[in-house]
């Protein structure tokens, strides 16, 4: 096993990158900013795998718990101007698309690593709906059960994708994991094709948290697919293309996440 570049410890975030986050407010559609204050109101910072632990890794289990929920929203400058509607994209088969990618990039850094297979649980199990407040809270007795079935399946080491949540406690309400937005103001609209989760490495054996690191959404727009207010307004081919490039989104933003939680490998001398 070659060793992991960096010590533990939290990232720090430079004067100059701190002076560049007011950029993403100003031109982006908004999302990143909003993930980077929401995780900012929890204290987050990521946290990095130690060349200790890495003496411990041998095989990587890999699951994504992203869900099937394809988000719409449409922003303008009053409350008269807000819609959304949510759609389910099973079809999409984005959390096989997402694990396959994340188990591609371990094993070409060396890494053994596999698809963690949940059944006969399905990824909308490890959640539960509060009808109150109309909102899903991951269910925490659930999510324990990814390490016994890690374990079964010969896996040490547990990458797991979930949704961002808001800030009032670890596995709080979840918010919208992908989607298509919009937000128009004095007459100019920019819409953007968008992903946004976190990313976190377990020991199977401790349960111990090695590292995490937030997938932010990219700053790019989209400007040539009209915002519909009906999913099924959308031709099919249409929706293809929001499919490959939320897809698209999703893996740089990948790339960036284990970038954070240096879980690969230094390049060899």
Do not use: C
């Amino acid at each position: 096993m070659r060793r992991l570049r960096h010590n533990f410890g939290r990232t720090v975030t430079s004067a100059a990158k701190r002076r560049e986050q007011p950029l993403i407010v100003k031109r982006g559609s908004g999302l990143g900013a909003l993930v980077i204050l929401m995780l900012s109101a929890l204290g987050w910072s990521s946290l990095q795998v130690t060349d200790a632990a890495a003496t411990h890794i041998s095989r990587v289990g890999v699951v994504s718990l992203l869900g099937d929920t394809f988000h719409a929203e449409h922003t303008g400058l009053t409350a008269f101007n807000q819609r959304s509607y949510d759609v389910e994209v099973p079809e999409w088969q984005i959390d096989r698309d997402v694990t396959e990618y994340l188990v591609a990039k371990l094993t070409s850094a060396n890494l053994s690593a596999g698809s963690m297979n949940i059944e006969p649980n399905r990824v909308k199990d490890f959640y539960r709906l509060w009808p109150l407040q109309q909102k899903r809270r991951m269910d925490s007795s659930k999510f324990n059960q990814l390490f016994t079935l890690a374990s079964a399946q010969g896996y040490d080491t547990l990458v797991v994708m979930i949704p961002t949540f808001e800030p009032s406690g670890l596995y709080s309400f979840v918010n919208n994991t992908y989607g298509f937005s919009e937000r128009t103001a004095l007459g100019r609209s920019n819409r953007s094709a968008w992903g946004a989760f976190i990313l976190r490495v377990f020991d199977v054996g401790t349960r111990k948290q090695l590292a995490n690191a937030a997938g932010i959404p990219a700053e790019k727009f989209d400007n040539d697919i009209e915002w519909k207010s009906n999913f099924e307004s959308y031709s099919a081919e249409e929706k293809a293309e929001l499919k490959r490039r939320i897809e698209e989104r999703l893996r740089g933003q990948i790339d960036a996440a284990f970038s954070e939680t240096h879980l690969f490998a230094a390049p060899l001398p």
